[in-house]
């Protein structure tokens, strides 16, 4: 009898080596599939990185050495001014003069001006980060072809420059100050109005809201719903009631200020709070469910009411995931790019943002428009500033983390 | 003493403030409806303008009065499809290789790694799609096929974008079924490919298609990637090479620009947004109505 039962078992110990083989081909592929991704994310940062540095060759318009025999960072103000009422016509240094006087302009300053308006450097080519390191002469022997006049020099596109100067049409001298406040202003009215109103929301529907009450139901339905919507959908509708409906609060004319439209932060932090306010409540609403019922109870046994037990127990032990929670709502509207275009963030302003009611630009508005010139130079700066943009994302979520793992351990 | 319950003016307010609070939500989806509702109705009584048009012509040209939708709603559906050949089988497999395959150290260190892909913003997708893909694509089918903006590159990074989030549910609904199937599975012989393809992945099933809905709805609404990349005209299309604007990527460009406000042109964006908004609702509602129906519930 044991003769039969193991009479064929060549053939099926082959078809079972068959099968493990095959087994071993699809891990295989299962775990190629994850590669990919991440694979796709390194390449993706290596080839921001790659733009963010390089050899750049540009041309002044006028040679510094004509102006002076010495460098010019070591001339007095008074030689700068001097250069400087040579070499601009009246109507400029009238202009000038009115911004701010000339002689009351500190030596950096005239110098920076010195630069910007007469000697005029121009980017005529610039080049990414991998061949500047490799292929470094070659890229010295097609300037010097090419564009005679230029100098080449190393560049980090992202210094200390660009974070502190605003907005240019010329590459080489645009920043992202601007837009770093407008950015951080907006985020500001975001968590003002939709932290408040989702935690609220995340309270009604966990704690008093009764399951079987429809229109309960019906809002909880709702919110998933919300939460799916294109964030463009979020931005026509920013449009229609902040700007134009509403357009008299945003814009400040009711309180008597000089606006004609109502595109402005207010507009912008408060479409930006309806667009994660969904998430923040999906997150919240989490996180109050976990609170044990036996916390409640024991409230209650105590004397408690509702709102007592919400406020002095509910909350405070659900408290660490609701603030991860609005952490990364957070992280997702600094990077939103499509609502700030419909409810209209500038994309050239100079002054930063004084308040509410002014008009302002946003990081991921100024990579957009950046990203969208023909000229190169424009994608190195794009770069930098997604850089920057990722730095901040990434610390955002570094306190979430580092948040989570501190209250969670206080709590057991 | 009276022990009867107290009515405390106190909580009553409280209790009215939040469930304002909770309604707020309803007002917006409210607003979301009577805005686009409106401004669509305005759209279509306008004389240039007809319903019928609207939805079966094909070409886009609001300056000479042509609304033919179809051609930005193709051009939309190229780049979901593109999106979607990347993320669904990549995809799936992530998930399932995570859910079944990977050790507690790999998936500590996987997991996390797709969730920083999940979180890079969508103008720095659309960034790369310009940067990287295009000249990708130029360099592999020749520069003189592949304009320099084209569909396939926007659906190609919209896939790799889409594809945490389509991994991250998937593998949310393969961990949902019970140890015990796979354990009689092993029982009987199976191998670990076997058990997991003809067992695991079945009774997962419907949340697997859900995750496959919910990623074609966001492939549906993306705006930026296609801003950048796909081009800024409207063209009717099944050419991947070529440049076509989609339904997102016009309201992007209309709404950036200088239009005024009450033309037919502008109004047009309202129209579109209805509609962009009906096509995700209807995939969401679909999603969980899928869910709902086959889900398998274990004790």
């Given amino acids: 009898m044991n003769s039969e039962l193991f009479s064929d078992q060549s053939a099926r110990s082959e078809k079972l080596a068959a099968r493990h083989r095959t087994g071993k081909g699809w891990q295989r592929m299962f775990f190629a599939s994850t590669l990919i991704a991440i694979v796709a994310l390194t390449v993706l940062l290596l080839s921001i990185l790659n733009q963010t540095a390089g050899l750049?060759?540009?041309?002044?318009?006028?040679?510094?050495?004509?102006?002076?025999?010495?460098?010019?960072?070591?001339?007095?103000?008074?030689?700068?001014?001097?250069?400087?009422?040579?070499?601009?016509?009246?109507?400029?240094?009238?202009?000038?003069?009115?911004?701010?006087?000339?002689?009351?302009?500190?030596?950096?300053?005239?110098?920076?001006?010195?630069?910007?308006?007469?000697?005029?450097?121009?980017?005529?080519?610039?080049?990414?980060?991998?061949?500047?390191?490799?292929?470094?002469?070659?890229?010295?022997?097609?300037?010097?072809?090419?564009?005679?006049?230029?100098?080449?020099?190393?560049?980090?596109?992202?210094?200390?420059?660009?974070?502190?100067?605003?907005?240019?049409?010329?590459?080489?001298?645009?920043?992202?100050?601007?837009?770093?406040?407008?950015?951080?202003?907006?985020?500001?009215?975001?968590?003002?109005?939709?932290?408040?109103?989702?935690?609220?929301?995340?309270?009604?529907?966990?704690?008093?809201?009764?399951?079987?009450?429809?229109?309960?139901?019906?809002?909880?339905?709702?919110?998933?719903?919300?939460?799916?919507?294109?964030?463009?959908?979020?931005?026509?509708?920013?449009?229609?009631?902040?700007?134009?409906?509403?357009?008299?609060?945003?814009?400040?004319?009711?309180?008597?200020?000089?606006?004609?439209?109502?595109?402005?932060?207010?507009?912008?932090?408060?479409?930006?709070?309806?667009?994660?306010?969904?998430?923040?409540?999906?997150?919240?609403?989490?996180?109050?469910?976990?609170?044990?019922?036996?916390?409640?109870?024991?409230?209650?046994?105590?004397?408690?009411?509702?709102?007592?037990?919400?406020?002095?127990?509910?909350?405070?032990?659900?408290?660490?995931?609701?603030?991860?929670?609005?952490?990364?709502?957070?992280?997702?509207?600094?990077?939103?790019?499509?609502?700030?275009?419909?409810?209209?963030?500038?994309?050239?302003?100079?002054?930063?943002?004084?308040?509410?009611?002014?008009?302002?630009?946003?990081?991921?508005?100024?990579?957009?428009?950046?990203?969208?010139?023909?000229?190169?130079?424009?994608?190195?700066?794009?770069?930098?500033?997604?850089?920057?943009?990722?730095?901040?994302?990434?610390?955002?979520?570094?306190?979430?983390?580092?948040?989570?793992?501190?209250?969670?351990r206080r709590s057991t | 003493m009276n022990l009867r319950k107290r009515r405390r003016l106190g909580e009553s307010i409280i209790q009215g403030f939040l469930f304002v609070c909770g309604a707020i939500s309803i007002l917006t989806t409210l607003g979301i409806v009577y805005e686009l509702g409106k401004e669509s109705l305005l759209f279509f009584s306008s004389p240039e303008v007809s319903l019928l048009d609207f939805l079966t012509k094909t070409t886009w040209q609001p300056a000479i009065g042509q609304f033919g939708v179809l051609s930005l709603v193709n051009s939309t559906l190229m780049t979901t499809f593109f999106a979607m050949l990347i993320a669904l089988p990549l995809g799936l497999g992530a998930a399932i290789y995570l859910s079944e395959y990977a050790t507690p150290r790999t998936r500590a260190v996987l997991k996390p790694t797709l969730e920083i892909l999940a979180g890079v913003p969508t103008v720095v997708c659309g960034y790369f799609a310009l940067t990287f893909m295009t000249p990708l694509l130029r360099a592999i089918f020749g520069a003189q096929n592949v304009q320099i903006y084209n569909t396939l590159s926007a659906g190609l990074v919209m896939g790799i974008m889409i594809l945490p989030l389509v991994s991250s549910m998937s593998e949310d609904a393969l961990n949902a079924v019970p140890r015990s199937l796979r354990e009689a599975a092993f029982g009987l012989g199976a191998t670990r490919l076997e058990t997991t393809v003809r067992v695991v992945v079945p009774a997962a099933l419907s949340g697997i298609i859900a995750a496959f809905i919910i990623g074609i709805s966001r492939a549906v609404g993306e705006t930026m990637i296609v801003a950048v990349a796909a081009g800024s005209g409207p063209r009717f299309t099944f050419n991947p090479f070529l440049g076509a604007e989609t339904m997102t990527g016009y309201i992007a460009r209309i709404s950036g620009g200088d239009l005024a406000y009450d033309t037919p042109d502008y109004n047009s964006i309202f129209a579109i947004g209805l509609l962009l908004f009906l096509i995700t609702l209807g995939l969401n509602f679909l999603s969980r109505y899928l869910v709902r129906k086959y889900r398998e519930v274990y004790e």
């Fill in chain 1, 56 to 408: 750049v060759a540009s041309e002044n318009k006028v040679d510094p050495a004509a102006l002076s025999a010495q460098p010019l960072e070591e001339l007095s103000s008074s030689q700068l001014i001097t250069i400087l009422q040579d070499n601009l016509t009246k109507l400029r240094l009238r202009a000038m003069e009115r911004e701010k006087s000339l002689a009351e302009r500190s030596q950096a300053d005239l110098y920076d001006q010195v630069i910007e308006r007469v000697v005029q450097p121009q980017i005529v080519a610039s080049y990414h980060l991998l061949p500047s390191v490799t292929n470094r002469q070659a890229i010295l022997d097609e300037v010097s072809r090419q564009y005679p006049e230029a100098h080449v020099k190393f560049k980090f596109w992202l210094n200390a420059d660009f974070l502190t100067s605003s907005m240019s049409s010329n590459a080489e001298l645009a920043g992202v100050r601007t837009a770093l406040f407008g950015s951080l202003y907006m985020i500001l009215i975001t968590i003002l109005f939709a932290f408040p109103i989702g935690v609220g929301a995340a309270i009604y529907l966990e704690e008093y809201a009764s399951n079987t009450s429809r229109i309960n139901r019906f809002i909880q339905t709702n919110i998933d719903n919300l939460a799916g919507v294109p964030s463009i959908v979020y931005g026509i509708l920013g449009l229609a009631i902040f700007v134009r409906a509403l357009g008299n609060i945003t814009s400040g004319a009711i309180f008597g200020l000089e606006n004609d439209n109502g595109r402005t932060l207010l507009s912008a932090g408060l479409t930006m709070a309806l667009l994660i306010l969904p998430i923040l409540i999906i997150n919240a609403q989490e996180a109050i469910r976990a609170v044990p019922g036996s916390l409640r109870q024991a409230a209650y046994g105590l004397g408690a009411t509702r709102w007592q037990t919400i406020w002095h127990h509910v909350l405070p032990y659900s408290l660490s995931g609701i603030l991860t929670g609005t952490i990364l709502a957070v992280s997702r509207a600094i990077g939103e790019t499509a609502p700030l275009i419909i409810v209209g963030a500038s994309t050239f302003i100079t002054q930063d943002p004084t308040g509410p009611f002014s008009r302002f630009t946003a990081l991921p508005i100024q990579i957009y428009n950046w990203t969208t010139r023909p000229q190169d130079q424009f994608r190195n700066i794009a770069a930098a500033a997604i850089i920057v943009l990722l730095i901040a994302l990434l610390s955002l979520n570094a306190a979430a983390i580092l948040l989570r793992n501190r209250f969670s």
